[in-house]
């Protein structure tokens, strides 16, 4: 307490409006990637359905204990790493240019994990440039 009768009054006028800010960007993220903690979903099914709107695509899932509840959400740029109750430990890497995003729910007996990237990348010559003779015209990103 000692600490804020120490700052200055501009400061102190300031610090409130500087925590509704931090708040409600919080809030802003959350609801722009569209898995808020307490959210339920009935399946995987649904919670992809939902993440696609987004722009998002499942690259890895852990547990089936559904419905579930969101308990967790991380968002990462390019790799992502997670540690799962269990204790085991698990890494995204190679994905530079994607949004990682994993998602911890809690069903009734177990959690379940679900990691997610950008259905888009960045620009590469592979995704760019038309193919090569002989190459499929249909490329992997």
């Not at 308990?71 to 085991?88: K, N």
Request: some cysteine; aromatic content about 8%.
């Amino acid at each position: 307490m000692n600490l804020l009768r120490r700052l200055p009054l501009p400061f102190l006028r300031l610090l409130p409006l500087a925590l509704l800010l931090l708040v409600a960007s919080d809030i802003g993220f959350c609801s722009r990637h569209g898995a808020q903690v307490g959210r339920r979903y009935a399946s995987q099914i649904e919670l992809e359905k939902q993440q696609r709107g987004f722009g998002f695509v499942r690259i890895g899932s852990f547990g089936k204990d559904w419905p579930a509840r969101v308990v967790e959400m991380i968002a990462s740029r390019d790799q992502l790493s997670l540690i799962r109750q269990d204790g085991t430990r698990h890494s995204y890497t190679g994905f530079e240019g994607f949004t990682l995003k994993m998602i911890r729910l809690q069903g009734r007996n177990e959690e379940v994990i679900v990691v997610f990237r950008s259905a888009a990348g960045p620009p590469t010559e592979r995704n760019i440039l038309p193919p090569r003779s002989g190459e499929s015209p249909v490329r992997v990103l």
